[in-house]
Structures are given as structure tokens and as C-alpha cells.
């Protein structure tokens, strides 16, 4: 069964930090890129990072220099640190997984990152 289950997501403080991670199952980095997305009410969802089975990594210019992408192959999990967040990435984010072979896409079911002032 393949599966992608995000977790991490909580309400924080102006500045303060959080780690989500993406556990998946049934997927195979080496054919996978693995991006981190956000979703606001009435808006389109849009990428915030990702990184691809070399590990090179992207990251959204409204991003740049907070959050950072990364992976942890023996746990099967990617990770996204956000560091001195800010009241504009409340968000529900979410993980997917795009196999590069089939060009499909499996999306998690997202979790919810609330930053107050």
C-alpha cells in the first residue's frame, strides 16, 4: 500500500519553529520527488519545497531562508523545518510524492500549521 501521512503541524507563536514530517510508505525515493505543500481557504495550493531522489533541494522564495527540506532515507520520511515562522504561513500543509516514471501523484491528507501574533 503506498501512503503518505504528515504530522508536526500545531499552532505556534510569531518567530517560533516547527518540524513536519512525511512518513510514507509503499514509495520509492529513487523514483520519487517528494514536495511539501500549503493550502489556504479560497486559494490555490502552492509548493513550498522540494527535493528530488539526489537531494537537491527547492525552496519557494517566500520560504527562502526559514524553511529547509530534508530526508531521512532508513525512516522513510521528509521532513520540513520551519524556523521563524511567520502569521502568513498558517496553513494546511501537505506531502506528496510525484513518481517521475508514471508522472502520478500521491498526495497525505494534510496537517494544519497555525502561526499567531
Known amino acids: 500500500q503506498v501512503q503518505l501521512v504528515e504530522s508536526g503541524g500545531g499552532s505556534v507563536q510569531a518567530g517560533g519553529s516547527l518540524r513536519l514530517s512525511c512518513a510514507a510508505s509503499?514509495?520509492?525515493?529513487?523514483?520519487?520527488?517528494i514536495g511539501w505543500y500549503r493550502q489556504t481557504p479560497g486559494n490555490e495550493r502552492e509548493l513550498v519545497a522540494r527535493?528530488?531522489?539526489?537531494?537537491?533541494?527547492d525552496v519557494a522564495d517566500s520560504v527562502k531562508g526559514r524553511f529547509t527540506i530534508s530526508r531521512d532515507n532508513s525512516k522513510s520520511t521528509v521532513y520540513l523545518q520551519m524556523n521563524n515562522l511567520r502569521p502568513e504561513d498558517t496553513a494546511v500543509y501537505y506531502c506528496?510524492?510525484?513518481?517521475?516514471?508514471?508522472?502520478?501523484?500521491?498526495w497525505g491528507q494534510g496537517t494544519q500549521v497555525t502561526v499567531s501574533s
Open positions: 506528496n510524492a510525484h513518481d517521475f516514471r508514471t508522472r502520478d501523484d500521491l
Open positions: 527535493i528530488t531522489p539526489g537531494s537537491s533541494t
Open positions: 509503499g514509495i520509492i525515493f529513487g523514483f520519487n520527488v
